[in-house]
């Protein structure tokens, strides 16, 4: 397995365990009649699953299991960009989104900010660096030989 895909799925697997956290304690809460958390924790909960624990996971597994270009796994430099922008706008979020739900605002909002767009850009770039592995490996001549082979019975 890449390196990339190794942090990808590490970070997945801290942010599972994170937002399982934040979802047991918001449900205890209910639990023990104690006042409902309100804003902004159950985005926050959503986001630390979705982004945080499904899509590391996706992007890891797909940096690992799409077929290579050229015997080599193209788009390693982009991942690590859509890895380290991810993880910094969701984390950055996980930190500023309270700051700001308590009143603080000027740095905060800003912070904010640039946590919902880093994430995107994140996705971009993985997106973009994996596309050519998305793309057939084989011509499509080349693939119906193949399937040829593999169906016609041996002679």
Do not use: K
Not at 8 to 34: H, K, P
Not at 124 to 140: D, Q, Y
Request: overall charge positive; glycine content about 10%.
């Amino acid at each position: 397995m890449p390196s990339l895909s190794r942090w990808c799925v590490r970070a997945a697997l801290a942010y599972l365990v994170l937002g399982m956290a934040l979802g047991s304690w918001m449900l205890l809460r209910t639990a023990l009649d104690e006042p409902s958390l309100g804003h902004p924790w159950p985005a926050l909960h959503a986001h630390i699953l979705l982004l945080g624990f499904l899509l590391m996971l996706i992007m890891g597994v797909a940096h690992w299991m799409f077929p290579r270009v050229r015997g080599r796994r193209a788009g390693r430099e982009g991942g690590w960009v859509g890895f380290a922008l991810v993880n910094a706008g969701l984390l950055l979020r996980i930190v500023a989104e309270p700051a700001v739900a308590d009143g603080h605002g000027g740095p905060w909002r800003m912070l904010l900010g640039a946590a919902a767009v880093l994430p995107t850009v994140g996705a971009a770039a993985f997106a973009v660096t994996i596309l050519p592995r998305v793309r057939s490996v084989l011509s499509p001549e080349q693939a119906r030989r193949v399937r040829e082979r593999s169906i016609s019975p041996p002679a």
